[in-house]
């Protein structure tokens, strides 16, 4: 009885978190980088409500809960400001920068600082698309995970607990892949290449170029590896000390935001969930990405069929898509079923901030909230171009 009643005296927000959701190797590596007391991106708040602490001049002060979560918060999402500042400015400026020089170097590359259109031999576009395109996600995520010090353990879910929840997940990116795209087939990145290799100048069609096959191999496969590791390794897993549905409504958003193009972003928006919620009720970040590979084939696949210019084609699209939503709907009934023996649970924290609080601090800490409405007015110029 004694016991009881000295628990319920004793806040711990450590130990009060869900753990159930992820195997005990995850949770040991998790718990332990939050107990580290220098660590300023932990929300590591332990408190008896029978104490008080004395402060000269104050007299007898309570420790607040809500502080110190607002502390953490305003630490995380100013270097997480930091990590996506970095990625527009390399994307929007440096990247153009480097592009010029190059130009000037005597390589045939020809790009400005008012398009984001390239032109010039296929041979080096294609490798400095390459370069580019990993530069600006490696290095924001370097950085996450630098300032962080997450243990990968802990960063990178990597155990795969749930078979059924990939199969899931999966299904899902099939269904949201037709619904999201169904006002534009494709992204502004494969239209920018396939209206660069399909251009009338060249020599050959965009189906037998090595630099075509080379771009879309890594557009399809590399960068939703490298992109979740800084959303849903980087980002994600600091986030989820405040509850998962936080977690994945903050990664989903600033992964819309990035793409600084309304007609983008709520696919974008959409699948980003998808990833991180099959992440989270299969263990392994091999689902969030697997549903980012899923959207980016389909994107790729409308975009090719797109390109026969005979009578047939819509036919052709149009039946692939009814394919694609007929299979995302089966695998998405047996997830179902599945889910009879292994429920869908995510974690939860109730602190004394609600959770609207926690969106509204979120969406006032520098430079976090500065840097989403510059992508939102990056969007908002490109929609009146």
């Known amino acids: 009885m004694n016991s009881n009643v000295k628990e319920k005296n004793i806040i711990d927000v450590i130990e009060e978190f869900d753990y159930s959701t992820q195997n ?14 220098d660590n300023v991106y932990s929300f590591n708040f332990k408190k008896d409500q029978r104490e008080r602490v004395y402060v000269d001049g104050r007299g007898f002060v309570e420790k607040s809960c809500s502080n110190a979560e607002k502390k953490v918060l305003t630490n995380i999402f100013h270097t997480l400001g930091n990590a996506i500042l970095m990625w527009i400015v390399f994307e929007d ?3 153009r920068i480097i592009l010029l020089i190059l130009e000037r170097l005597g390589f045939n590359i ?22 580019l395109n990993t530069m600006r996600i490696v290095i924001p995520m370097f950085y996450l995970h630098h300032k962080f010090k997450m243990p990968k353990k802990a960063a990178v879910m990597s155990s795969m607990n749930k078979p059924s929840a990939l199969v899931g997940a999966i299904s899902a990116a099939f269904v949201f892949s037709v619904v999201t795209t169904l006002p534009s087939a494709f992204s502004n990145e494969n239209r ?8 009338e100048n060249m020599d050959v069609s965009i189906w037998n170029q090595g630099e075509f096959v080379a771009y879309t191999i890594f557009d399809v496969l590399v960068i939703p590896i490298i992109s979740q590791l800084f959303f849903c390794g980087a980002a994600f897993t600091v986030l989820r000390q405040f509850g998962d549905t936080f977690a994945m409504l903050i990664t989903a958003f600033t992964a819309a935001v990035l793409t600084q193009d309304f007609r983008y972003m709520p696919a974008i928006f959409i699948i980003t969930l998808v990833g991180c919620c099959g992440m989270l009720t299969s263990g392994s970040i091999f689902t969030a990405i697997a549903v980012n590979i899923i959207f ?7 975009v090719l069929i797109e390109t026969d210019t005979s009578g047939t084609m819509p036919l052709k699209r149009n039946g692939f898509m009814a394919a694609i939503v007929i299979a995302g709907t089966i695998g998405l009934i047996y997830f179902r079923i599945a889910l009879k023996k292994h429920p869908l649970k995510l974690a939860r924290y109730n602190a004394e901030m609600s959770f609207q609080q926690r969106m509204v601090h979120a969406s006032k800490t520098f430079p976090f909230s500065a840097v989403a409405l510059l992508c939102i007015l ?8």
């Open 24 to 37: 005990e190797k995850y949770n040991e590596n998790f718990r332990e980088w939050r107990k580290n007391k």
């Open 93 to 95: 400026v440096i990247s």
């Open 110 to 131: 020809h790009a400005s600082f008012m398009t984001k259109t390239l032109s010039g031999g296929c041979h080096e576009v294609a490798i400095v698309l390459i370069v």
């Open 192 to 199: 920018e290449v396939l209206s660069f290799f399909g251009s």
């Open 296 to 302: 980016k084939m389909y994107q790729l696949t409308i």
């Open 378 to 385: 990056c969007a908002i110029m490109e929609a009146f171009k």
